[in-house]
């Protein structure tokens, strides 16, 4: 079993930045591919970002490319998310998301049925 816990979240004014942190426990981390998702009141779950199990690829929506980093310490068993320039249209319950992926460390995973392991999510509020 895998545990994942998010934090960092918040209400904060366009343009401001927050770093969701996604803290694992149990299996070892460092065998995860690792993904951010989000989902806005009245909207369907969508991918933010995915990084692979050694952190070398990583995926971004378009959404939020060139303004949010993804990045884990495999040493921390954490997973961060910098969300840069934020826009009301980033409010959303957060969630980050482990897929086991023994075999394939270069691989990151952008479809939410692959992923094994959910957090309880973090909401973040980006008022304008």
């Known amino acids: 079993q895998v545990q994942l816990v998010e934090s960092g979240g918040g209400l904060v004014q366009a343009g401001n930045s927050l770093r969701l942190s996604c803290t694992s426990s149990?299996?070892?981390?460092?065998?995860?591919?690792m993904g951010w998702f989000r989902q806005a009141p009245g909207k369907e779950r969508e991918s933010v970002s995915a990084?692979?199990?050694?952190?070398?690829?990583?995926y971004y929506a378009d959404s939020v490319k060139g303004r949010f980093t993804i990045s884990r310490d495999n040493a921390k068993n954490t997973m961060y998310l910098q969300m840069n320039s934020l826009k009301p249209e980033d409010t959303a319950v957060y969630y980050c998301?482990?897929?086991?992926?023994?075999?394939?460390?270069?691989?990151?995973?952008?479809?939410?049925?692959?992923?094994?392991?959910w957090g309880q999510g973090t909401q973040v509020t980006v008022s304008s």
């Open positions: 149990g299996r070892t981390f460092s065998l995860f591919a």
């Open positions: 990084i692979s199990v050694r952190g070398g690829n990583t």
């Open positions: 998301a482990a897929k086991a992926s023994i075999h394939r460390f270069e691989s990151y995973f952008t479809d939410g049925y692959e992923y094994e392991y």
